[in-house]
């Protein structure tokens, strides 16, 4: 019974009106039994989330299909809003790009079942139903073209729907060589096999992310022979116009996971496809009995002397009868005729290179002889490897490789990596001797299997027409049982879904869901900005921008209009990288899936510094301050700190104290207890810049509250009673950046002092005392005098209009950039007048020139010497000029009263 006529037969059979009636009893039975669980299953109560609740609730005056109607386009809107775009290279796993998920869309994970291809389709179970949409232009930084995942009725807005079948391919390597081109298709032909040889309307390739538009031509010519039509490559019109594919079907990992008979399936269906391509005849009688090619190489990696590796194998051809040799070289063939020499070829004889790909193409069992230039064997690695791979995948022999003992020259050890690039292209020697008795060999064992094949032909005919009855019989009964478990169809799955009364509040939970579906978690700290990590929107949350008025802080709010009403989410626990932890926007009726809503206000402090350094810290707390003067004073519950994006649990005693006296209450720090429960915040506030961008004035009112929040907390008084007529406070430091000789420094400004009416020195050390005795001290002094370092933070503790004179080491005016500067930045931020610095002339020595940067490591906490003469005159000048300020706002009325205004 020929396969034609058992099939004729089935059609016969499945066209008969006994059995079409039967089937159509069957059907009905099957739509009324799902009809009657329908009705069932919409009577139970569905849990809605209890401000979408509320607002249902309140629509009721309106016509319930109104509400219904408005509801839904309402959640589909915040649907399309959701989707949200992630780079398709991430660079997070850069170190490892081709493991597990991959750094291509590395948020997804592929589908596989154990043997057959690893492979992602959409939509699909695994996507919940979800298209794949593709956006970005970029072909030389994968980093910058994005993936997401869209609803079908909520596609992105100005997205674009491909129709049809798109295969998108990630290929590690180049889409240009053949064997490399031809390891990315060859899962696509595995996933068509197993669906009904569904062929793609498009193509979409990607290597490292990047975009590629063309392939070469004996791989293009393989696809068409295979799906029997051209390749089309799709081309992204606009960078920021996203693409969405009614299917898609993504391969990332070639041929990896495939099990051996899986892909001999597919290299089958490829060499039949080919050769029906090309009109060539699958008849035997056009071939020689035994066909051994010598396919040959121009330029790198081709034989030395070819004529005399030609006449080893034609003598050796000639011994064997039936044998015919043919000398080719693939650069001169089109691709029908390599398919054609391929067909004719039992022994294919070449060295390592892209033609060896052809190998694919013979009829199975057909030998391989491979040759590599000298130098191959240490250095090339796996890569040496691929044809005895391709071989084994394919069906064929791989009879060895021989590798030229002799060769180029190199200069290094032939183990070192640099000899790779002398030997890579070099060219093969040959060896007579080796030649002619391995081309013997070989010939011998394929006139063996020749023989056998033949005797054992009548056998396999009979294997044959059994495995045929056991498939028509298997085809049968598998018709059968699926008759009998037919599955809902769409079309009335579609129906089902539109009845007004009963499923209204079903489709309302159903799109909710979707919504909380829809939250895509992104990295908090971005790897493409790493070259500027502060510019801009930072690579902190890269993918938000902040909300900012010309001359205040710069900040986000969640929720608001800019983030649509979502709030902010945020999720890990890393302590070291913080590319592990993770932000998100969500809706509040659809949060994240084991989401924790943590209530009131939370500040979120990114800071590119440290939280311990009293400047560093305070600089990343002064826009949270400037934000609560603005609105209304509203204080945080709690503070979630980040530096790099990296998780911080704690941050200096004196800015700790700072925040109590600011805000009336401790700062509590948010501690996530599991990596993977998000915490979502009901309302939120973030800062990633600092005081950047807030005008003078801004950052003098933050700091007036500040000060004044210090003193109340302190029970200071802000009474002139208490406070001498001028203020001199040496305040000093021990170790790195210390004087010298401090009791010489001292003497200087004590004698400048006492020749000034009402003047009182004060010499401390920050590290002996308290955050209160501090700001006691700063209150009483309106002349500080110290070295550059932390203890100078407390500066804008001071009335406005207070002096400060810095000084500093050997080496940091050329060596410290701006770090240098901000004391007097933050006097001038503060309200305060720097006075200018001092930097010593003399100091450490460095064995390098003093501009270069490796002296700083010396210079950086070296200590400081002294100029009496220098330092006197400075000292004068400084209080002379203070007392005359102090006469003229005494006349005033003024002195000392703004803090007391802020804060009142």
Sequence with gaps: MTKRSVSRRLVTCLASPKFSLNVLCLVVTVFVLLQICSFHITQQPILLPPSLFTYLKEQQQEPEQIISENETAYLVEKLRESVTFLPLKDLRFSNKPLEGHTWFMSSLYDNQTKGEVQYQEFPSESSKGRLLCLKGVDEHDGSWNYYAQAWPQA?????????????????????????HGLSAMVPFVAWSLRNQCESPQRWVLYHWGELRFKMGNWLSEIITATYGQNTDFLRFVDGNKPVCFHKAVVMRHNEGGMLRERRMEVFDLIRCKARKYCNISFSQTSKSRIGMTLLMRTGPRSFKNESAVIDVFKRECKRVEGCELKVSYSNNLTFCEQVELMKMTDVLVSPHGAQLTNLVLMDRNSSVMEFLPKGWRKLAGVGQLVYQWGASWSGMRHEGSWHDPDGEICQFPDTDRRCMSVYKNGRIGYNETYFGEWAKSVLASVWRRLVTCLSSLKFYLNVLCLVVTVFVLLQICSFQITQRSLSLPPALLTYLRHQPEQISENKTAYLVEKLRESVTFLPLKDYRFSNKPLEGH???????????TKGEAQYQEFPSDSSKGRLLCLKGVDEHDGSWNSYALAWPEALPTNAVLQEGLTFVSYNQYDYGNLWHGLTAVVPFVAWSLRNQYEKPQKWVLYHWGELR???GHWLSEIITATYGQEPELLRFA???????FEKAVVMRHNEGGMSRERRMEAFDLIRCKARNYCNISSSERSKPRIGMTLLLRTGARSFR?????IDVFKRECKRVDGCEINVSYSNNLTFCEQVGLMQKTDVLV?????????????????SVMEFFPKGWLKLAGVGQLVYQWGANWSGMRHEGSWHDPVGEICQFPDTDRRCMSIYKNAMIGYNETYFGEWARRVLGKFSIREMKELAECNHGNSSLDVCS
């Excluded at 997205?159 to 590690?172: I, K």
């Excluded at 000789?741 to 420094?745: T, Y």
């Excluded at 110290?786 to 207070?802: C, D, E, I, V, W």
């Design 786 to 802: 110290s070295p550059h370092g932390a203890q100078l933070t407390n500066l804008f503790l001071m009335n406005k209009n207070s």
């Design 538 to 548: 930072t690579w902190f949350m890269s993918s938000l921008y902040d909300n900012q």
């Design 674 to 680: 599991d990596q993977d429960k998000p915490v979502c």
């Design 741 to 745: 000789n401090e009791s010489m420094v």
């Design 649 to 651: 649990f704690g941050m």
């Design 155 to 179: 596609l992105p807005v100005n997205a674009s729907l491909q129709e049809g079948l798109t295969f998108v391919s990630y290929n590690h390597y180049s889409y240009g060589n053949m064997w």
